[in-house]
């Protein structure tokens, strides 16, 4: 007898694809939900660039096809050049200027991100910004006290000044 567990293939492969449909599941509708905020609290910007990147890049592909069958209409000569030369020349330099031009919004979008972060720091810091006049004062009030010094063991100027003899004897008891 064969068991027919042992010839079987695991089942791994389904539950990876279907945690791959979950996740374009949930990025679908975090999309549109997003999509629909009216709040704007969110840059959406970010997440729609790849998309919009491939799109902007399968419309320059089908813009130059054109292109091409259109040269080829007027001339052989005219659509092997198109198709050969000016073609992928001219995809090049707009996949280029499109992918600068996105990097570019999508760096002007992170540092609009971190300068609201920032912002929301520095109120933070105002809030903290009075705790350092307390410590001041505090640090001033216990210079004041005598036997801090002794405890400390911190000795001020008075405690470096040399003591004469003749106070020494005013001291002492006779």
């Known amino acids: ?4 567990k042992e010839n079987a293939a695991p089942e791994v492969a389904p539950k990876k694809v279907n945690v791959k449909l979950r996740r374009g599941f949930f990025w679908i509708v975090q999309y549109w939900r997003e999509l629909f905020n009216f709040r704007f609290d969110k840059y959406m910007i970010i997440q729609v660039l790849p998309g919009v990147y ?3 890049l399968f419309g320059i592909g089908l813009g130059l096809l054109y292109l091409c069958v259109e040269a080829f209409m007027a001339s052989t000569w005219r659509g ?8 992928p020349i001219t995809f090049l330099v707009l996949a280029s200027v499109l992918r600068a031009l996105l990097e570019f919004y999508m760096v002007v979008f992170k540092i609009s ?10 109120d933070t810091v105002d809030r903290l ?18 036997f801090w010094r002794v ?4 000795s001020g100027p008075a405690a470096r ?10 001291d002492k008891p006779e």
Request: aromatic share 8%; glycine share 8%.
């Open 1 to 4: 007898m064969v068991d027919k």
């Open 54 to 56: 491939g799109i902007a």
């Open 80 to 87: 092997l050049f198109y198709f050969f030369v000016a073609a």
């Open 113 to 122: 991100e971190h300068v609201d972060e920032l912002v929301g720091l520095r």
């Open 129 to 146: 910004s009075g705790i350092g006049d307390t410590v001041d004062e505090m640090v001033s009030v216990t210079r004041r006290i005598p």
């Open 151 to 154: 405890l400390s063991g911190r």
């Open 161 to 170: 000044k040399p003591v004469k003899p003749e106070e020494r004897k005013k």
